[in-house]
Structures are given as structure tokens and as C-alpha cells.
């Protein structure tokens, strides 16, 4: 067995129809393994339902708000709850959730958050009680799974960064990765039909994803390509 496993999450899964037909083709042309599901936009329900019929691993993409780096300074686009408060951000957890199974028929394999708000409190705690009360992970506190945004086509002010979702690009993140089992994420779609800011780079993504070259060096690398409920079903 491989001492290198990666899982190849496509986050925004649900956001828009080009988004869902972006995931659905990285998955059966592509290396993508697993998903996140945003359930409160308006392609959530087509998304849910591929989820509940196909092989693909479909976890929850908390999402709470959004922002944009503009004149030097992050700025909100929106806010579905005040992230700074522990009862608001637990019954909305609460709310996404029952929403998810709703749509997939199913509990999520895996939990994250939009834009990783997760990584602070207090909704790192209330989405790690979740996670433990479903024994799903969650992105970034798994100490089993280490997480890697490297493929991603802008940096950390939203300044365009090509170089990272190049074919080339992917390739060398793919012979970097550590011993262990390494969660990839990407944001493929295969229409930009949505507001974003982060929009054209979906479509690269996706291109980069179904390359055969990609496919060619996770072989040649010996790296097990798994996803987030193989992983689960594996170690129990």
C-alpha cells in the first residue's frame, strides 16, 4: 500500500450549475475524489441529489459570509450569520446540515467552511462538535489528514497567481506531497456563471484536473488517489 494517499476536494459544490458541471466532470474525466456542498445557493439541490447517486464523496462547505480583498483591506460581500456569535453560528451549522441530508439523502462525509472561517473561533469549535458527533472530519483538525491549498490560481490578497493551476504546476505539488494521507483543494467549474472573484481561474482548474499528464503523475509517483469516505472505510 502507498505511503502517500491523496483526496482531491472540490469545494463550492452547489454554488452554480457551471460550478456543478465543472465538479461532476473533474470527477468522472478528472482526480477529483470528494466535494463540498454549499446548500444555499440555487444549483445546492442538483448538486445534492448527483451526490446521493454517484460515487463521489460529498462533504459539507460551511458557509457563513464571504470577502474580498479591495483597496488593500479584506471587505464583506455578504454575511449569512455574525461569525462572532457562538449560538448563531451553532443553529446555522445545525440549519446547513439538515439541509445537506435533505438534498444528498445522506449525512456529509467530511466537514470545511467557505473561504476557511472555520480555522477560528468560535466556529472552529461548534464545526469540530460536529464533526465529532457525526465522526466525520474536519478540514485542517484531522491530525490524520494534512491539508493543502497549494492549487489555488490567486495568493493570499487575491492577486492572480497562474503559475500555481498550470498543469506543470500540479505536477510538482503532486511529487512534493508528505508520507500520509494529504486533502488537495480545488475549485473547478466548467461555465463562470456566477459572481466571484475568483472566476476564470475556475475554468483553468478544471482543464488542469481532466489533464491526462496529471493522472500520469500521480501513477508514476506510486500516490493512492483516494477520497474522504474510501479513507474512512480503510481505517475502520
Not at 464533526?131 to 489555488?152: D, E, Q
Not at 495568493?155 to 493551476?165: L, N, Q, W
Not at 475549485?187 to 463562470?192: D, L, N
Request: aromatic share 6%; charged share 25%; hydrophobic share 40%.
Amino acid at each position: 500500500m502507498s505511503e502517500r494517499k491523496l483526496i482531491v476536494n472540490a469545494d463550492d459544490f452547489g454554488r452554480s450549475l457551471g460550478v456543478n458541471r465543472g465538479v461532476i466532470r473533474g470527477h468522472q474525466e478528472g482526480i477529483v475524489t470528494s466535494a463540498t456542498l454549499m446548500v444555499r445557493w440555487p444549483a445546492a439541490s442538483e448538486a445534492g441529489s448527483y451526490a446521493g447517486r454517484s460515487d463521489l464523496s460529498v462533504g459539507l462547505h460551511l458557509d457563513l459570509g464571504e470577502w474580498e480583498y479591495r483597496d488593500g483591506e479584506w471587505r464583506e460581500s455578504y454575511a449569512v450569520v455574525p461569525i462572532g456569535d457562538p449560538r448563531a453560528v451553532e443553529d446555522e451549522i445545525t440549519r446547513q446540515l439538515e439541509r445537506f441530508e435533505a438534498f444528498a439523502g445522506r449525512p456529509p462525509t467530511h466537514l470545511d467552511s467557505h473561504q476557511h472561517v472555520h480555522r477560528d473561533e468560535p466556529v472552529a469549535g461548534a464545526l469540530a462538535r460536529a464533526g465529532a458527533r457525526l465522526g466525520v472530519p474536519v478540514r485542517g483538525a484531522a491530525p490524520s489528514i494534512a491539508y493543502s491549498g497549494a492549487f489555488f490560481g490567486q495568493d493570499s490578497r487575491g492577486a492572480p497567481f497562474p503559475e500555481a493551476i498550470t498543469v506543470e504546476g500540479l505536477v510538482a505539488t503532486i511529487e512534493a506531497l508528505p508520507p500520509g494521507a494529504t486533502e488537495l483543494a480545488c475549485h473547478p467549474a466548467a461555465e463562470a456563471d456566477h459572481d466571484s472573484a475568483y472566476g476564470l481561474e475556475r475554468l483553468v482548474e478544471l482543464e488542469t484536473l481532466c489533464d491526462p499528464r496529471v493522472r500520469a503523475a500521480i501513477d508514476r509517483a506510486g500516490i493512492d488517489l483516494r477520497s474522504f469516505a474510501e479513507l474512512a472505510g480503510s481505517a475502520a
